[in-house]
């Protein structure tokens, strides 16, 4: 894990810097971009909210993201990964998450009321959000899922990440002023977001896939609410039965992770003879 790595050590693969790294982001994205939302008058001046509150602390933090992922060895396997749908096993029904994902932010685009939001604020809230994407993806699904793998099961891979990433957002959510039983609601609908943009990037081996799928549900959600007196339009039925989807595939994807995590295992005893216990196939499942 200290392997040297263009003349530099590489920075060890630890679950509490990876720690470090996600909440630094989370102050910085919320708390720093609450804050210059505030110094702008965001409520009145949706543009410069955008840019103050949003471009500024997310954009620093995609740079500092990279600049670790460059630095500390880690970028190659941040970045991509062997692809679940054809591998061995070949598990291709998990292409369901992203295509589904995809699907319902397409539906989401068609409620957007166009003729009330201007070119400026379209162009702020498409960049900002994918922008958003790119950062909590790099950080959730490229540091934290790379530092717990070096010591953990693909499981505790998957549940750490995701409710990690529900977690994140509890900050924004209580400067918002909501009560705890929707906080703690949005949390786990969150948590199961994570899992399924957990399942895009290992269903393709590619983390720039939940990245921009991230971003385009975020621009899509934000532009709904762009005309100062739209409501929001009434979603078709067809957003609640892929959402039902989304959430019977959140829960499949876990059982097929939980399945391959006691495959690995078996693998493992069978390989040492019983007589190896330590690592990251077996540490997982008691961590």
Known sequence: MTAPVDGRREVPRLFWIALVACVVYVLMAAGVGNLLSA???GE???????????????GIMIVAGVFFARRSGWWSDI???PAVAVGR?????WLAAPVLSLVSTVIL???VPWSEASVGIIVVVLIGALGVGVGEELFFRGILVTALRAHHSEFVVLIVSSVMFGLAHVVGFVIAGLPLGLVLFQVAFLSMDGALFYAARRATGKLWVPMLLHGLNDAALFLQTAGRNHEGAEPPATTGVIEIILIALSVAIAISVARETLRSRRERHTTTGGG??????????SG
Not at 44 to 58: E, F, K, Q
């Open 276 to 285: 190896e216990t330590d690592g990251p196939a077996t540490r997982g499942m």
């Open 79 to 81: 970045w991509r990964e």
């Open 44 to 58: 009145n001046h949706p543009i410069a909210d955008w840019l103050a509150g949003t471009w500024i602390p997310v």
């Open 89 to 93: 096993p070949r598990r291709w029904w």
């Open 39 to 41: 110094v702008v008058d």
């Open 109 to 111: 685009y068609s409620l």
